[in-house]
């Protein structure tokens, strides 16, 4: 008879361990997009799963094998989860060098450090012709509103307001409700665009950053790529018998980059007030219990969003359907999205909301200033009080300084080509979940959304 020590039994234990979570993942079948209570998916989980996705990647340079095929599954399993539960998850192994990341940083940092009137040379005159550009005036929060048919800004004005505090730039008015978020951004389109899309625009010569139509360039094509393998991915996951489904869809595309510019912030009091280097200004980008918005509470609205975030901050607010009357004016239930170092953040827009028979989640999200931000306090030493002898050495005292670090990030919007139809896909559509939306084509769709975020009221 074979015997084992209890050392070699915990060996063997730790092996099947080992085994058994691969062993599951592979052989578990799709669920059934029929059934939304398919023990396959967690509903109640709010955590964003971490995804990697080097199988489809890998899949896209090589024939598949049968191996690589459950190895497909398993990540289109993951994806199917992700989407139908929270609609935001974290992918790495995804192959964007990082050199093609920090170079478009580098390079827009040296945009964005442009003073105000020379950035303003690279705005748009025609938000309708020309929707990218530099911009300063998005207000997410309002725009969401106004999409949803609304227009009162005075509900939750307070949640709203931001600090319109671009990098050079001194506000000495008054911050009012509805004002832009504390951001600036850069967007471009396609290279190319048989649609009917602008061509593609940068800044003029005089102040263009020297590598900043390279970097752009060279991000934008990245970009594509690694979109079209994830759509692979959503083919699969929506158990679609063609993996090229969204091909044709996506082949004369409207894909968006923007990068962001979320300005430092310097906090001078201890009441949560922040700085406009002017004095002016008591309401300002703060939710109503005090957490400091760098980016109002909105969905995105193309067929999904590819976000290298720079940072922590970005968090999800799950299970409100702002469309239909859902309540995001409070700070409970908002979710930390993982801040994991050379990964990128998927989201899921309303238009894929939209094109999955609202199977899949166009999920509600922020940014906001990380608690542990750098909080210094002034107690007005002794050097201090001598060079500042007529100072208010009382009020100097009780100030607490509270510094939030300018923050980077690239967003690229996965949108669909113009003229393509987006209408229920047949295999989110069922006698229990018959088809919820009329079709309507992408363009006309995005523009709608575009215009709202700016907040023009389009209806």
């Not at 598949?64 to 399993?77: E, G, I, K």
């Not at 991000?219 to 929506?238: K, T």
């Amino acid at each position: 008879m074979m015997m084992f020590h209890a050392g070699d039994l915990l060996i063997l234990l730790t092996i099947l361990l080992s085994i058994l979570p691969t062993r599951v993942m592979s052989e578990s079948t799709a669920y059934n997009i029929d059934d939304t209570n398919n023990n396959n998916i967690n509903n109640n989980n709010p955590a964003i799963p971490i995804i990697d996705i080097s199988a489809l990647i890998e899949d896209s340079k090589t024939p598949s094998s049968q191996q690589q095929q459950q190895q497909l599954q398993a990540v289109a399993n993951q994806i199917k989860a992700a989407c139908q539960n929270i609609g935001f998850f974290v992918i790495t192994n995804h192959g964007i060098s990082q050199s093609t990341i920090s170079e478009l940083l580098e390079s827009s940092k040296q945009f964005f450090d442009l003073p105000v009137d020379e950035k303003m040379m690279a705005a748009t005159d025609d938000e309708v012709k020309y929707p990218y550009g530099y911009e300063r005036s998005e207000m997410l929060e309002r725009g969401k509103r106004l999409d949803d048919g609304g227009g009162d800004a005075s509900a939750d004005a307070d949640a709203a307001d931001a600090n319109k505090q671009c990098k050079g730039e001194e506000n000495t008015t008054p911050v009012q409700a509805d004002a832009p978020d504390p951001k600036e951004t850069y967007s471009i389109g396609p290279l190319l665009s048989p649609t009917g899309q602008p061509w593609r625009r940068y800044p003029p010569t005089v102040i263009r950053p020297p590598a900043m139509v390279s970097t752009h360039d060279a991000y934008y094509v990245a970009m594509e790529v690694l979109a079209r393998n994830l759509l692979r991915g959503f083919a699969m996951a929506l158990d679609l018998d063609d993996e090229g489904w969204f091909d044709d869809k996506f082949d004369e595309h409207q894909c968006a980059l923007r990068t962001l510019n979320y300005p430092r912030l310097v906090i001078e009091d201890g009441s949560g007030s922040s700085s406009n280097n002017s004095g002016s200004g008591s309401r300002n980008n703060q939710s109503k219990q005090g957490v400091r918005i760098r980016a109002g509470a909105h969905t995105d609205y193309g067929a999904f969003t590819i976000l290298y975030s720079g940072g922590p901050g970005l968090q999800v607010k799950k299970d409100v359907d702002v469309d239909n009357g859902g309540d995001d004016s409070d700070d409970s239930g908002w979710i930390d999205v993982p801040d994991v170092a050379n990964a990128f953040i998927v989201n899921i827009g309303d238009m894929m909301r939209r094109w999955t028979n609202d199977v899949w989640v166009s999920t509600l999200h922020r940014v906001i200033a990380p608690e542990n931000s750098d909080t210094s306090t002034d107690n007005g030493d002794a050097a201090g009080a001598e060079a500042d002898a007529d100072a208010d050495a009382d009020a100097d005292a009780d100030m607490a300084t509270q510094v939030v670090e300018r923050r980077q990030s690239v967003a690229f919007f996965v949108n669909a080509n113009g003229d393509a139809v987006v209408e229920p896909i047949p295999t989110c559509v069922t006698e229990t979940n018959p088809a919820r939306y009329e079709a309507v084509t992408a363009g006309e769709y995005l523009m709608r959304k575009h215009l709202a975020s700016m907040g023009k009221d389009i209806w």
